[in-house]
């Protein structure tokens, strides 16, 4: 089931599905357009694959019996919700919720990236060497290769360059790989068994390749109905993610709501594209010269009851 055009990125834009979550209301309509994303790395490339510290042998001698002071923090990166801080997501007909945004009142958004073409080892030694909470949503034909991706993003480099291992050097980097189907289509024109195929195909595929099964699924463009949910739910999806904002080239920030800002619990949806480090750099950098902290996606979704 290829479509003539793989998305790049722009893709991914259309948001507004049948059900439509509490949140996902009011962005759906908004959302129609472009909406690429992309996000840009800080550290420099070159400043080496996090051998930094054993290259510093001085370090120890102070206190060899304790973690000198420069260990990076244990733990899963990204900042963590507070007691009481998130209210609860309901599920809705015994089926996974839709979810755009977290609910909570603090100012933390959270990193969301899609599909897989661009596979640029300098955007995982970034996303590893700063802790940053990124969650990653693999869709099996972008991770692979299979097709042409447009150039929307700048030229590419890294096309399908690590295939799957570069998406377990995601993992390592302390970033959950979720589901994206196998080869993105618009699930509202598949049967329920077809998407039933798409999604628990590429459940299965990412479980096998990355070692943990995903129990996040993001529908290509943002594009859903009741059969995807209940489809979801039987490949062991515990909650569908859209998103309130898109990031495209050059770190901006094409928001989905009126208003045009970013508000507390935002999902911001990036794509594997060219630049990704520097895009992802400049966005970084503009979520906290606003007063955002990056939110970790996984313990707020614990707290707000999501399994
Ligand atoms: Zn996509």
């Given at each position: 089931?290829?479509?003539?055009?793989?998305?790049?990125?722009?893709?991914?834009?259309?948001?507004?599905?049948?059900?439509?979550?509490?949140?996902?209301?009011?962005?759906?309509?908004?959302?129609?357009?472009?909406?690429?994303?992309?996000?840009?790395?800080?550290?420099?490339?070159?400043?080496?694959?996090?051998?930094?510290?054993?290259?510093?042998?001085?370090?120890?001698?102070?206190?060899?019996?304790?973690?000198?002071?420069?260990?990076?923090p244990a733990g899963p990166p990204g900042v963590m919700p507070r007691t009481?801080e998130v209210?609860?997501?309901?599920?809705?007909?015994?089926?996974?919720?839709?979810i755009?945004s977290i609910?909570t009142?603090r100012k933390v958004v959270f990193l969301t990236i899609?599909?897989?073409?661009?596979?640029?080892?300098?955007?995982?030694?970034?996303i590893r060497?700063q802790r940053i909470p990124v969650t990653a949503?693999?869709?099996?034909?972008?991770?692979?290769?299979?097709?042409?991706?447009?150039?929307?993003?700048?030229?590419?480099?890294?096309?399908?360059?690590?295939?799957?291992?570069?998406?377990?050097?995601?993992r390592?980097a302390g970033v959950p790989v979720e589901?994206?189907?196998?080869?993105?289509?618009?699930?509202?024109?598949?049967?329920?068994?077809?998407?039933?195929?798409?999604?628990?195909?590429?459940?299965?595929?990412?479980?096998?390749?990355?070692?943990?099964?995903?129990t996040l699924?993001?529908?290509?463009?943002?594009?859903?109905?009741?059969?995807?949910?209940?489809?979801?739910?039987?490949?062991?999806?515990?909650a569908?993610l859209?998103?309130?904002?898109?990031?495209?080239?050059?770190?901006?920030?094409?928001?989905?709501?009126?208003?045009?800002?970013?508000?507390p619990g935002d999902i911001l949806?990036?794509?594997?594209?060219?630049?990704?480090?520097?895009?992802?750099?400049?966005?970084v950098?503009?979520i906290?010269?606003?007063?955002y902290e990056l939110g970790n996606l996984q313990a707020y979704l614990a707290a707000a009851?999501v399994r």
């Amino acid at each position: 089931m290829r479509r003539g055009r793989r998305t790049y990125g722009t893709g991914d834009g259309v948001i507004g599905g049948v059900i439509g979550g509490p949140i996902g209301a009011a962005a759906g309509r908004a959302a129609a357009g472009a909406c690429v994303v992309m996000l840009a790395a800080c550290a420099p490339a070159g400043t080496g694959t996090g051998a930094a510290g054993s290259a510093t042998p001085a370090v120890s001698r102070t206190a060899p019996s304790k973690a000198p002071s420069t260990a990076p923090p244990a733990g899963p990166p990204g900042v963590m919700p507070r007691t009481g801080e998130v209210r609860p997501i309901e599920r809705t007909g015994g089926l996974p919720p839709v979810i755009s945004s977290i609910p909570t009142k603090r100012k933390v958004v959270f990193l969301t990236i899609d599909d897989g073409w661009e596979q640029d080892p300098g955007f995982t030694a970034q996303i590893r060497d700063q802790r940053i909470p990124v969650t990653a949503f693999a869709m099996r034909d972008a991770v692979e290769a299979k097709g042409t991706p447009d150039e929307a993003g700048g030229r590419a480099r890294y096309v399908g360059a690590g295939k799957w291992g570069y998406f377990r050097q995601l993992r390592d980097a302390g970033v959950p790989v979720e589901n994206h189907t196998l080869t993105h289509p618009d699930l509202r024109l598949l049967g329920r068994d077809a998407q039933r195929r798409e999604i628990c195909g590429a459940a299965k595929l990412i479980g096998k390749q990355v070692g943990a099964r995903p129990t996040l699924f993001r529908p290509p463009f943002g594009v859903y109905n009741t059969d995807t949910l209940t489809a979801a739910e039987n490949c062991g999806v515990t909650a569908v993610l859209l998103w309130t904002a898109t990031v495209q080239p050059g770190g901006k920030i094409a928001y989905q709501v009126p208003d045009k800002r970013l508000r507390p619990g935002d999902i911001l949806l990036m794509h594997f594209r060219p630049n990704l480090a520097r895009d992802f750099r400049v966005l970084v950098e503009k979520i906290r010269r606003r007063g955002y902290e990056l939110g970790n996606l996984q313990a707020y979704l614990a707290a707000a009851r999501v399994r």
